[in-house]
């Protein structure tokens, strides 16, 4: 299950919004075939895993792994399960159940009917912590919600400065590369008016390859200017008149949005902070001081989960 997990990751650029997945075939403790599920659309990680087994004979003495369970129910592809009665194996270990309402358990009901051994929830943590957008996305009928900032080391997100005026630059070359990363990871993109009209900002992937997020904004006034690059058309854009969270959040599920990642500015954080519609937050602390400026939000309800320091920048990463 350890190996499904770590070949899963290898479609986490082209799988959302399906879950990203991976198999593992044994036969006499020797693995024979694996596979992932590459991107939407495309075959399942099961039926990579069993096109990649040299001598198909095996496959009735033999156990698949797979870290989410198969699908049962006909979309772009034919049901994983039904492969793996066709192809008679007779024996298959699960990571954890689907969430989504065409499987949610009917893949290992299939299976059981069909007379195949099915052991449910080998590091079961673990797998769906792997999915935990697309899980969030189906159990609480809304996006995987990430909050994003860099700050000064004395707790400061930017000077106090008017429009036209440049942000204080705390990322790196390489840590500003690996904000593209988590833009390319996530199907939306949201900032606040005021992060609109002072940084003008694109909110594209374009130092990373990878798709442009849907663009998100506020704009209860109707104060944005048609020159914004938010309204260049050059990618996908919602411009929400209601601040509402719950119901930009709801209009997100609906359009079928998983993941969202919040950029800014502090106002539109604390927002998210304070209404509790968050799950993770990354925060860069640069090795320098303004004194004073815009405040950071403040954390509630937070557990640190990890902290690493890349080019310089302490990097922290919580969980709700």
């Given at each position: 299950m350890q190996r499904c997990i770590q070949l899963a990751k290898c479609g986490e650029m082209g799988a959302p919004p399906n879950p990203m997945v991976g198999a593992v075939i044994v036969y006499n403790d020797t693995i024979i075939g694996e596979g992932y599920h590459r991107r939407c659309g495309g075959p399942h990680a099961e039926v990579n895993a069993i096109r990649s087994v040299r001598d198909e004979s095996l496959l009735k003495e033999s156990t698949i792994y797979v870290s989410l369970e198969p699908c049962s129910?006909?979309?772009?592809t034919p049901p994983c399960a039904d492969l793996?009665?066709?192809?008679?194996?007779?024996?298959v270990v699960v990571g954890c159940l689907d969430p989504f309402a065409k499987v949610n358990g009917q893949g290992i009901k299939k299976l059981c009917d069909a007379g195949i051994e099915v052991v449910v929830g080998v590091l079961e943590k673990e797998c769906l912590e792997l999915n935990r957008k697309f899980i969030t996305f189906h159990q609480q009928h809304r996006p995987w919600v990430t909050l994003k900032w860099a700050q000064s080391e004395d707790g400061y997100m930017d000077a106090?400065?008017?429009t036209g005026e440049k942000p204080v630059q705390f990322s790196s070359t390489f840590t500003q590369t690996l904000v593209h990363r988590m833009r390319a990871m996530h199907q939306a993109i949201m900032v606040g008016t005021n992060t609109v009209l002072l940084d003008n900002p694109t909110l594209t992937t374009r130092l990373w390859d990878g798709p442009n997020p849907l663009r998100v904004t506020i704009d209860r006034n109707g104060v944005?200017?048609?020159?914004?690059h938010l309204k260049d058309g050059k990618a996908p854009t919602v411009i929400y008149e209601d601040g509402d969270l719950k119901r930009i959040l709801d209009d997100l599920y609906k359009r079928g949005v998983q993941s969202l990642l919040v950029e800014g500015g502090a106002q539109l954080i604390q927002h998210f902070i304070d209404s509790d519609l968050w799950d993770e937050a990354r925060i860069e602390i640069a090795p320098m001081t303004l004194k004073n400026g815009v405040l950071v939000p403040k954390m509630m309800n937070a557990e640190l989960v990890e902290k690493t320091v890349l080019d310089g920048r302490k990097i922290l990463n919580y969980k709700r």
């Open positions: 129910h006909y979309g772009k793996i009665i066709e192809k008679q194996i007779p024996r106090q400065r008017k944005l200017p048609d020159t914004v």
